[in-house]
């Protein structure tokens, strides 16, 4: 089968390579639509250090059931899924109390950290245990599946966070989860949200996604704005969706007493916090990692035209221009979202 390879860090080939056999429990899924992530472009110069050629990079997919393993009684052939990007055991303890995020087995698709080494979905066909696969509704498009892991990435970081209806909730970062958090905010019944960014048109794009006032960073005082929205209290819930101190700074300082923090971005490896600020206002810190079942809640939203995740599609290519589609990613001169590659 063909498959768009990283062969080494910032250099990727189309390749054939051997078609995945499955296993016991496995189907094997042709893939119509894989997403790229934003983890997959940091990973390929290797400064994420969870991208180690050679590696078929991709988690974020959807596509048709081709072949069954022993075992498999939920799924058919020619019925269109799409899957979890992390492969679960389903039997832990962690995976028994919902938490498959936090598996002590678990790995991801498309990623290659020195503990293992999984093939993901920049390719024809991947093997897929039947346990972490979701039906597509007939009215959700292979491309829109391609997205329900970020929209469940979102909503599993919202999840996190104890939310009341009157709540006033900040999201800094309106990048791709940013604004999914936003929409599953507004979603869940959060009265104001409040969008912070140092670009424009992504704070423009926040506004259709639910933002009811939208802060650039660069351009003005955003704690100073942020209180004048609230009262001079600050935001009942902040998310930090970057991952870089001084916008976990932000969160902090504009985040009211006895308020919580979602933690989602995780750009930098580490990050300062203004500890005495954390402790003096007794703020409530959630850190979210992946999602852990949300793909289902995910599916319904898009099938519902709830969250409309077109907005965010840049644009689809053939899988043999995977190397230019990541370039232009990773140089980071266009304004682009989401590019799905079809095989």
């Known amino acids: 089968m063909k498959a768009l390879v990283l062969v080494e860090y910032n250099n990727f080939e189309l ?7 499955i296993e016991p429990g496995e189907v094997l899924v042709k893939i119509k639509a894989c997403a790229i992530c934003g983890s997959d472009v940091h990973g390929m110069d290797g400064s994420s250090g969870r991208r180690i050629p050679p590696i078929i990079m991709g988690h974020e997919a959807a596509g048709v059931i081709e072949e069954i393993g022993a075992d498999v009684t939920k799924y058919k052939v020619g019925q269109r899924v799409t ?12 995976c028994s109390n919902g938490q498959v995020n936090l598996c002590g087995t678990r790995q991801v698709f498309g990623v290659s950290c020195g503990d293992y080494r999984r093939h993901g979905a920049f390719a024809e066909y991947v093997a897929v245990s039947e346990h972490i696969l979701y039906p597509v509704p007939d009215n959700v498009t292979f491309e829109q599946a391609a997205m329900v892991e970020p929209l469940a990435i979102a909503l599993h970081g919202v999840s996190r966070v104890n939310l009341k209806g009157k709540d006033t909730a900040v999201v800094i970062g309106a990048g791709m989860i940013g604004l999914l958090v936003i929409a599953a905010l507004k979603e869940k019944g959060v009265k104001t949200v409040i969008s912070a960014d140092v670009n424009n048109s992504r704070l423009e794009l926040s506004k259709e996604f639910g933002a009811d006032h939208t802060i650039n960073t660069k351009e003005s005082d955003a704690i100073k704005e942020i209180l004048a929205l609230t009262g001079g209290e600050g935001a009942h819930i902040s998310f930090e969706v ?7 700074e932000l969160a902090v300082n504009c ?8 933690l989602i971005g995780n750009i930098s490896k580490t990050a300062a916090i203004p500890l005495q600020a954390v402790v003096t206002k007794e703020i409530s810190l959630f850190g979210s990692c992946s999602c852990a079942g949300e793909y289902g809640e995910s599916l319904d939203l898009i099938s519902n035209k709830k969250i409309n995740v077109d907005k965010l599609m840049s644009g689809v290519a053939p899988l043999s221009e995977g190397q230019s589609m990541f370039k232009r990613l990773y140089g980071g001169k266009e304004d682009l979202m989401k590019i799905i590659l079809v095989p």
């Open 242 to 248: 970057v991952g870089l101190t001084e916008t976990v």
């Open 255 to 262: 985040t009211r007493k006895g308020g919580s923090i979602g």
């Open 15 to 21: 390749k054939d390579v051997d078609k995945p056999s």
């Open 83 to 94: 899957f979890d990007s992390t492969a679960y055991c389903g039997d832990c303890e962690y």
